[in-house]
């Protein structure tokens, strides 16, 4: 059984189901993101792990133990809040002491504790420093070392750098992974920002409306997206719609349109059940789109200097969406031809 | 002109308001037991009067026993009913509230005899224990007020950390409820204290052979010659009453420069 286990967890808001039979596996030490936009039930998923909210039915399991019937203050968990929830009361040094009365530690060996946290976080001497007198930097700080200082087996964390500005947030996401690996404690990370999920993560489980979509790595979620939803959820993406000509143990035959008679790796359609007149969805992220002179006609619509590499969008004949395309070409209103290798090209079931 | 006549409005709403109580303190020190101008003598005889009169000393006892035990129900009461009102999805939470609230629209002499009657229904004595109780019911709606504002900035994300961290529903609060609330407890403790202290009706009804400070005094303005003690004892209990004000406001201030919210 793995770490922490959850089976069918089933949970209604009012007669709406916010999560829907959820099945999730995560493994002793990684570093777990779940991810999707807001409202897809992720943050209740993660809080009915905490045990600030119980399933309908299903069942969570951490470390081989049933947590259904388990209070909060019991669980082998600690959670860093999206609003951090830092004890305006408290200072530095008393908030992250908090979770450590009942150890009955004595005052050196509880300042020793303390201080140790307060340096891997980086607050080393803010000990002292009143609640109201910290930045956002400072308070995120605070909030995962009075979590990880109890030692949990599980970290949850509820959208930790979503409050932070963006030059913090990539900051602190290295360190956060840094901490991860350095503590060795088992991460589950809820985020609705695809960027962070991705750079932080071990393993991602996307979700929407209640359900897990897909679980991968970040690497897989990207190149090999299996459904519409998370190929679009996940950076950008062009599809093109296509119907399937012949599929061999090595290869699949697709007429794609625009794109012409393609005929693409078999293994690049997944999974997925595809047959023979199967109507599909390929799929090809901007930065496999290639300008080269004998491809498919186009013209720059608008392009977008980004340093290395430009972002353009590309209008071609008998097509009303643009193409999303990264690369280097001309300025706006140059005539290109694009060319789509077939080795990039994902297929996926078409909704209808 | 408006303005002029603005200002001729509010001086006039003050001296309404504050010159008969200034009567008090003047008189108190005035060198003649007739409550009349002109003032005959500065003394401070009726003060000294107080410091002998056991009688008064004793309800004055009596009083600030009520008025300690109601405070601490009352808000006791006040913040489990705040906390639940404002804290948790509860079905007829604003019905009941109302009916919390009503004693406040009961007149107090309605309360107190109806408080009567029940007692004596239920052959329970009279005694000061029955006092607090009836104040109890009149404070009881002053401390949910005071309490519900304070309540409603209370970040409950604060009270699921301290469970995240190990803590059960008593500690958690002992050591983040409470404490964020004291501005507002304290507030509810004063409003309540001098609700109950000042009170006379319901403790006409209710206290039996115990006299509470204003039925002692409402006893003395039968005696002509005891006016002057009256008023002498009427300016301590002002002195008090203003100071005790002054304390709840900087309090208040105190909770305002300190926000509550976690974010």
Redesign the interface.
Request: hydrophobic share 50%; charged share 15%; net charge neutral.
């Given at each position: 059984m793995s770490f922490l286990s959850i089976s069918q967890v089933t949970k209604a808001f009012g007669g709406l189901p916010v999560v829907n039979a959820v099945d999730l596996a995560i493994e002793r030490g990684e570093f777990f993101a779940l991810l999707g936009p807001s409202g897809c039930g992720k943050t209740t998923l993660l809080r009915m792990i905490a045990g600030f909210e119980t399933p309908d039915s299903g069942t969570i399991s951490i470390d081989g133990d049933v947590m259904n019937n388990v209070p909060p203050h019991q669980r082998p968990t600690n959670m860093v809040f999206q609003s951090y929830a830092i004890f305006p009361h408290l200072n530095v040094f008393d908030n992250i002491a908090y979770g450590l009365r009942k150890l009955k530690l004595s005052k050196d060996q509880l300042r020793a504790r303390v201080d140790a946290m307060l340096a891997t976080v980086r607050l080393e001497g803010l000990g002292g420093r009143a609640a109201d007198q910290l930045s956002g930097g400072q308070r995120q700080r605070v909030a995962l070392a009075r979590a990880l200082v109890r030692e949990p087996k599980l970290l949850l964390l509820d959208e930790p750098l979503g409050a932070l500005d963006k030059r913090l947030r990539e900051t602190m996401q290295v360190e956060l992974r840094a901490i991860q690996r350095k503590v060795g404690v088992t991460f589950l990370l809820v985020t609705h920002d695809q960027e962070e999920a991705l750079s932080l993560s071990d393993r991602i489980a996307v979700m929407s409306a209640g359900k897990i979509l897909q679980i991968a790595t970040p690497r897989e979620l990207y190149e090999r997206p299996n459904c519409r939803e998370v190929a679009d959820f996940i950076g950008e993406i062009n599809f093109f719609h296509a119907t399937v000509r012949e599929i061999t143990d090595t290869t699949a035959t697709v007429n794609a349109g625009l794109l012409g008679i393609v005929t693409l790796p078999s293994a690049n359609l997944g999974s997925h059940g595809i047959k023979r007149d199967d109507h599909i969805l390929l799929a090809i992220r901007p930065e496999h789109v290639r300008f080269a002179p004998d491809g498919v006609a186009g013209e720059i619509t608008s392009a977008t200097f980004l340093g290395e590499r430009s972002h353009f969008h590309v209008k071609i004949a008998g097509r009303s969406e643009p193409v999303s395309v990264s690369g280097n070409a001309g300025p706006q209103g140059s005539a290109v031809a694009l060319i789509f290798p077939p080795e990039r090209l994902i297929g996926l079931p078409s909704a209808d | 002109m408006k303005n002029r006549a603005l200002f001729i409005y509010a001086l006039g709403y003050l001296a309404f308001l504050y010159v008969p109580v200034l009567f008090l303190p003047i008189f108190s020190f005035n060198n003649s037991q007739f409550i009349a101008f002109p003032l005959t003598g500065f003394t401070t005889r009726w003060y000294a009067g107080l410091g002998a009169d056991a009688a008064m000393q004793h309800a004055l006892g009596n009083s600030l026993k009520v008025g300690l035990v109601t405070a601490l129900l009352s808000t006791m009461l006040g913040l489990t009913a705040a906390k639940a009102v404002t804290q948790y999805r509860l079905r007829g939470a604003a019905a009941m509230l109302g009916f919390i609230s009503l004693p406040l629209f009961i007149p107090d002499i309605v309360l107190g005899i109806s408080l009567l009657l029940l007692l004596g229904l239920l052959n329970l004595p009279l005694s000061l224990a029955s006092v607090v109780v009836g104040h109890m019911l009149v404070c009881v709606p002053f401390s949910i007020t005071v309490l519900i504002a304070r309540f409603e900035g209370f970040?409950r994300?604060?009270e699921?950390?301290?469970?995240?961290?190990?803590?059960?529903g008593w500690m958690t609060f002992w050591?983040?409820t409470a404490?964020?609330m004291m501005p507002g407890i304290l507030a509810s403790l004063l409003l309540t204290f001098i609700t109950s202290f000042d009170e006379f009706l319901v403790a006409y009804f209710l206290s039996g052979t115990e006299a509470t400070l204003p039925i002692y005094i409402w006893g003395q303005l039968r005696f002509p010659e005891r006016l002057p003690t009256v008023l002498a004892l009427g300016a301590i209990i002002l002195t008090v009453s203003v100071a005790l004000v002054i304390a709840a406001e900087m309090l208040r201030n105190l909770g305002v420069k300190?926000?509550?919210?976690?974010?």
């Amino acid at each position: 059984m793995s770490f922490l286990s959850i089976s069918q967890v089933t949970k209604a808001f009012g007669g709406l189901p916010v999560v829907n039979a959820v099945d999730l596996a995560i493994e002793r030490g990684e570093f777990f993101a779940l991810l999707g936009p807001s409202g897809c039930g992720k943050t209740t998923l993660l809080r009915m792990i905490a045990g600030f909210e119980t399933p309908d039915s299903g069942t969570i399991s951490i470390d081989g133990d049933v947590m259904n019937n388990v209070p909060p203050h019991q669980r082998p968990t600690n959670m860093v809040f999206q609003s951090y929830a830092i004890f305006p009361h408290l200072n530095v040094f008393d908030n992250i002491a908090y979770g450590l009365r009942k150890l009955k530690l004595s005052k050196d060996q509880l300042r020793a504790r303390v201080d140790a946290m307060l340096a891997t976080v980086r607050l080393e001497g803010l000990g002292g420093r009143a609640a109201d007198q910290l930045s956002g930097g400072q308070r995120q700080r605070v909030a995962l070392a009075r979590a990880l200082v109890r030692e949990p087996k599980l970290l949850l964390l509820d959208e930790p750098l979503g409050a932070l500005d963006k030059r913090l947030r990539e900051t602190m996401q290295v360190e956060l992974r840094a901490i991860q690996r350095k503590v060795g404690v088992t991460f589950l990370l809820v985020t609705h920002d695809q960027e962070e999920a991705l750079s932080l993560s071990d393993r991602i489980a996307v979700m929407s409306a209640g359900k897990i979509l897909q679980i991968a790595t970040p690497r897989e979620l990207y190149e090999r997206p299996n459904c519409r939803e998370v190929a679009d959820f996940i950076g950008e993406i062009n599809f093109f719609h296509a119907t399937v000509r012949e599929i061999t143990d090595t290869t699949a035959t697709v007429n794609a349109g625009l794109l012409g008679i393609v005929t693409l790796p078999s293994a690049n359609l997944g999974s997925h059940g595809i047959k023979r007149d199967d109507h599909i969805l390929l799929a090809i992220r901007p930065e496999h789109v290639r300008f080269a002179p004998d491809g498919v006609a186009g013209e720059i619509t608008s392009a977008t200097f980004l340093g290395e590499r430009s972002h353009f969008h590309v209008k071609i004949a008998g097509r009303s969406e643009p193409v999303s395309v990264s690369g280097n070409a001309g300025p706006q209103g140059s005539a290109v031809a694009l060319i789509f290798p077939p080795e990039r090209l994902i297929g996926l079931p078409s909704a209808d | 002109m408006k303005n002029r006549a603005l200002f001729i409005y509010a001086l006039g709403y003050l001296a309404f308001l504050y010159v008969p109580v200034l009567f008090l303190p003047i008189f108190s020190f005035n060198n003649s037991q007739f409550i009349a101008f002109p003032l005959t003598g500065f003394t401070t005889r009726w003060y000294a009067g107080l410091g002998a009169d056991a009688a008064m000393q004793h309800a004055l006892g009596n009083s600030l026993k009520v008025g300690l035990v109601t405070a601490l129900l009352s808000t006791m009461l006040g913040l489990t009913a705040a906390k639940a009102v404002t804290q948790y999805r509860l079905r007829g939470a604003a019905a009941m509230l109302g009916f919390i609230s009503l004693p406040l629209f009961i007149p107090d002499i309605v309360l107190g005899i109806s408080l009567l009657l029940l007692l004596g229904l239920l052959n329970l004595p009279l005694s000061l224990a029955s006092v607090v109780v009836g104040h109890m019911l009149v404070c009881v709606p002053f401390s949910i007020t005071v309490l519900i504002a304070r309540f409603e900035g209370f970040d409950r994300n604060l009270e699921e950390a301290s469970a995240d961290l190990g803590e059960s529903g008593w500690m958690t609060f002992w050591r983040v409820t409470a404490p964020l609330m004291m501005p507002g407890i304290l507030a509810s403790l004063l409003l309540t204290f001098i609700t109950s202290f000042d009170e006379f009706l319901v403790a006409y009804f209710l206290s039996g052979t115990e006299a509470t400070l204003p039925i002692y005094i409402w006893g003395q303005l039968r005696f002509p010659e005891r006016l002057p003690t009256v008023l002498a004892l009427g300016a301590i209990i002002l002195t008090v009453s203003v100071a005790l004000v002054i304390a709840a406001e900087m309090l208040r201030n105190l909770g305002v420069k300190k926000p509550m919210v976690g974010a």
